[in-house]
C-alpha cells in the first residue's frame, strides 16, 4: 500500500467535499449530505490562528485522497488549552486497510510530542462499532453516553463520548 499522510492543502477541497459526502462516509458523521466544495475551500484557505496547534491531515492512496483526520483547539479559553477535538474519515473503499490506524498514530504522535496536548476528546455515534475500536486501539476511554446528539437519516441518535489523556508525563530534558 502507498499510503502518503500529509496536511491538507487546499487543493484538497473537492476531494475532501466527495469523501464526505459518500453516502457510506457521511451517516458516520456529524457531517450533512451534499457537501459544499466552497466551504472547504474557505476552510483550507484560512490558515490557523498564530501559536494553534490546530492540525488537518489527508492520506493519499496511490494519488487520491482516501482519508482525513484533523486535531482542533476545544477553546481559546486558557483553562482549557490543553484539550483538542478530534475527527476523522476514511472513503468506503479504503476502510478496513489501515488507513484510520495510520491517520490516528500520526495525529497522536504530533499530539503526544509536539503540540503540548494533554486531553483528546470525540464523538462517536453509539453504533460504530468498528470506529469504536479504532478508537480504543489508540488508548480512547468512554466517558459518557449523550442521548439524541444528533440528528441521522432522520432519527436523534445517541453518541458516546470518548477521550484519551496523554500516555506519560511530558518529560523534563536533560539540562547541558
Not at 77 to 90: C, D, E
Amino acid at each position: 500500500m502507498n499510503l502518503i499522510l500529509r496536511r491538507a492543502r487546499p487543493a484538497d477541497a473537492a476531494a475532501l467535499a466527495e469523501q464526505l459526502a459518500e453516502p457510506d462516509v457521511f451517516p458516520g458523521l456529524l457531517q450533512l449530505p451534499y457537501a459544499n466544495v466552497e466551504l472547504w475551500q474557505q476552510r483550507l484557505n484560512t490558515p490557523p490562528a498564530a501559536g494553534s496547534a490546530d492540525l488537518m491531515l489527508v492520506a493519499e492512496l496511490d494519488g487520491e485522497v482516501v482519508g482525513s483526520a484533523g486535531l482542533h483547539p476545544v477553546s481559546a479559553q486558557l483553562r482549557r488549552r490543553h484539550a483538542m477535538m478530534l475527527g476523522i474519515s476514511v472513503s468506503a473503499s479504503s476502510q478496513g486497510q489501515g488507513v484510520g490506524n495510520a491517520l490516528m498514530a500520526a495525529l497522536l504522535d504530533y499530539a503526544d510530542n509536539w503540540a503540548q496536548v494533554l486531553r483528546i476528546e470525540l464523538t462517536v455515534f453509539h453504533d460504530n462499532q468498528r470506529a469504536i475500536r479504532l478508537y480504543e486501539r489508540h488508548g480512547f476511554a468512554p466517558e459518557g453516553r449523550l442521548r439524541a446528539y444528533a440528528m441521522r437519516n432522520g432519527a436523534y441518535e445517541d453518541v458516546i463520548a470518548m477521550a484519551r489523556l496523554h500516555p506519560r508525563q511530558p518529560l523534563l530534558g536533560e539540562v547541558r
